[in-house]
């Protein structure tokens, strides 16, 4: 780890921030946003004021706005985070390939890999202007493997809702593939409640809380029950789930199953939403939950199409918010995900059009609704609107500045600052990046952080150690080199069948 820090940005960080005349994004009743020049004072964590012109206070790190739009931070409800090392090996890849790779990335990483890997895609989300992620984390094959990825997670500086998540492990590979017989053992609820109670877990303000990732919804119901209500207990407020009705045939609507055990309630978020249905919306709309709606990869790897802006699911978008799933197939941008969601929903609007011959005046979807999508109703899937999602005094300062005169955003910012973001954006525009009141992107580079550490004694704990984002790619490079070189592909086919073959779907070498 290297022992350089830029040494202004520890010291700014801890001073109060005046974000000086910049077009800030208020959002108002019914969700409008509007753009309004003032200043944004910063104290501790959160926004003090929002006035058109603020005295800076003594000691206050003043960061000119001047041509910049100051956005709230963008929500990531569904993202895989410790993918990092994955990245190239699924941009021409279908689902069940995907799947395979990913349990054989199981067989090879190590606990110590995942440090790196979620610390990767956590800088890689800051970069792009997210500042809080639900981490679907299904990478918990040991019982170091979660605290090494929280570590990471912690050690970036983003907002993430860590979704600690229980996955079936291989247990043998020869002469056929076999997973471990015992879905559950003692140590993954062990291990989860010796988290949740764990320095800094433990504390409800802290940027990183602990959530739970469930998809074992084959086990018997006294089981499900039992785990769900381990977890509240346990004082845990967001669980997920992944929700693809039309991956298994004839399967139970997952949004039904949960109403009839009791457990659809506020606070559960369910992905992507493949071949969901009016009933399954409105049973979630009823209970507050909401659906993440990952654009890119639903479209490539046919667990789509995406549910959001969906004519035929009555109520969808007042439920629907936005994730990356996997950076390591596409970008990881939120803003690349409104800009898909809202042009793929616009291109089957006009393929209805132009079949019965009308040509209207006005577009169905709107810029504004699909920024939504990515900010204040991704904040109300994961109960944080209170805190996130929008701009306002008393909220954290989980803020985005973008160029607004950059070869990408000229003209377009000044006539609509959102239209700017959704349709013309590019991460390069993104000039700051502050969570949690720190800078955490300053000049459109990410600023080195500090390394957090588990403790068996003392929990998570922050290091001396600092790392820039050099180390972090010489650390990744050298992960997937090894898992390249110990991974054949005859083995990567074996895995594919059998997944098939679990999931009733015939072997990989059948024809279509």
Not at 318 to 325: A, E, F, H, R
Not at 420 to 436: C, G, K, N, Q
Request: net charge negative.
């Amino acid at each position: 780890m290297s022992l350089h820090l830029r040494g202004s940005t520890a010291v700014l960080n801890k001073a109060p921030k005046l974000l000086r005349g910049g077009t800030v994004l208020i959002h108002g009743e019914h969700d409008r946003v509007s753009p309004r020049l003032a200043d944004i004072l910063i104290e501790g964590d959160r926004i003090s004021k929002i006035e058109t012109s603020i005295p800076a206070p003594t000691g206050c790190h003043i960061i000119d706005c001047t041509d910049k739009i100051i956005s709230p931070g963008f929500v990531d409800t569904h993202h895989h985070v410790w993918q990092s090392p994955l990245k190239g090996f699924f941009g021409d890849t279908a689902l069940f390939p995907y799947l395979a790779i990913v349990i054989a990335a199981g067989l090879e990483l190590k606990a110590e890999d995942m440090f790196w890997a979620n610390l990767a895609g956590s800088l890689e989300a800051i970069d792009a202007g997210t500042t809080t992620t639900l981490d679907h984390a299904h990478m918990n094959w040991s019982k170091d493997h979660s605290r090494s990825a929280i570590a990471g997670t912690i050690s970036s500086g983003i907002r993430s809702v860590f979704g600690y998540t229980p996955v079936s492990v291989v247990a043998t590979t020869k002469p056929k593939i076999e997973f471990s017989p015992e879905p559950l053992p003692d140590w993954v609820m062990e291990t989860f409640e010796q988290l949740a109670i764990s320095q800094p877990l433990n504390n409800p303000e802290f940027r990183v809380q602990l959530g739970f990732g469930f998809d074992f919804y084959h086990l018997p119901k006294e089981v499900v029950l039992g785990v769900f209500e381990k977890v509240k207990s346990l004082g845990t407020k967001i669980i997920t789930s992944h929700f693809i009705r039309n991956f298994i045939k004839g399967s139970e609507s997952l949004p039904a199953l949960l109403k009839s055990y009791g457990l659809l309630q506020k606070g559960m978020v369910l992905s992507h939403g493949g071949g969901a249905t009016s009933e399954d919306v409105k049973l979630l709309k009823d209970a507050d939950c909401f659906v993440s709606a990952t654009p890119n990869t639903e479209l490539a790897m046919a667990v789509g199409p995406p549910v959001c802006f969906r004519n035929d699911l009555p109520g969808v978008d007042k439920i629907c918010s936005l994730g990356v799933d996997c950076h390591s197939a596409t970008s990881g941008s939120m803003v690349n995900e409104m800009r898909v969601a809202l042009q793929t929903a616009r291109g089957i609007d006009s393929d209805v059009h132009i079949q019965k011959g009308v040509w209207p005046r006005e577009i169905t979807y709107t810029t504004s609704d699909a920024f939504n999508m990515g900010t204040i109703q991704g904040a109300r899937a994961l109960c944080m609107e209170h805190d996130i999602g929008s701009i306002k005094v008393g909220k954290k300062a989980d803020l985005v500045i973008f160029d607004a005169l950059s070869p990408a955003m000229i003209c377009v910012a000044q006539q609509d600052p959102v239209m700017a973001i959704v349709l013309h954006s590019t991460i390069r525009d993104i000039h700051t990046v502050l969570v949690d009141g720190e800078l955490r992107k300053e000049n459109g580079k990410l600023c080195s952080v500090k390394a957090t550490e588990w403790d068996d004694r003392k929990g998570f704990l922050e290091t001396n150690h600092t790392i820039r984002w050099q180390d972090v790619s010489d650390r990744l490079l050298a992960i997937q080199e090894r898992l390249v070189s110990q991974t054949p592909e005859p083995l990567l086919l074996q895995i594919e069948d059998h997944v098939r073959e679990l999931f009733g779907h015939k072997p990989s070498s059948a024809k279509i």
